[in-house]
């Protein structure tokens, strides 16, 4: 498959002002669609969509200053944990769960994914690759843990728990039996790849990916 760049995308200056995979994940949602984000920093995600798509927008974040960031905006935003704090939403409550740079975090990963599943119609997942040319090269040639423009914290004040790469997140939807409807790997700028996720091209070449899931069968 072709290196090149996705050119399909619509720029607007308040989608401009997202950050680059939130821009991704705005134009995959749906126009006044259920959409609960996890994790959802200081709601700038969230306030797009409200603003510029009419969607029913939903919060949780953990941390305090995040949580008086959103309800400043008027966000509808609670505090709270993705690992431990999910149980209580009911079977297809939202047509989009978002996490975004969120996953690597969470201390069980795996079930977090699950409840994202059950919880969402769909789920909209990014996450910085640790399988990305320059995190190897890091470790190659320093052998040190690398620090990144998105893994940004040194390895011993790092929220980052459980990094892993593209092959990695794909086996794992693989395993639990979630399919991949649409996903899009993002170089050191931002920039969308046309490249095969499975592929061992895009685990290098990408920092990020970005995940549209939908329950397996």
Known sequence: MSAGYAVSETSTPARDRLRRDLRVIADMIEPSARVLDIGCGDGALLAYL????????????????????????????????????????????????????????????????????????????????????????????????????????PWYDSPNIHLCTIRDFVALCDEIGVRIEKSVTLDRYGRPFTLNPSGSLANLLAEQGVFMLTRGG
């Open 50 to 153: 409200a603003r510029e798509k009419g969607v029913d927008a939903r919060g949780v974040e953990l941390s305090q200053s995040g949580v008086n960031a959103c309800v400043t905006q008027g966000l509808s935003v609670i505090q709270g944990d993705a690992d431990s704090d999910l149980d209580a939403y009911p079977t297809g409550a939202f047509d989009v769960v978002v996490l975004s740079q969120t996953l690597q975090a969470t201390r069980q990963p795996r079930r977090v994914l699950e409840t994202l599943m059950r919880i969402g119609k769909r789920a909209l997942v990014s996450f910085p690759n640790f399988g990305f040319w320059r995190v190897r090269a890091a470790l190659a040639l320093r052998g040190r843990m690398p620090v990144t423009g998105l893994l940004d914290h």
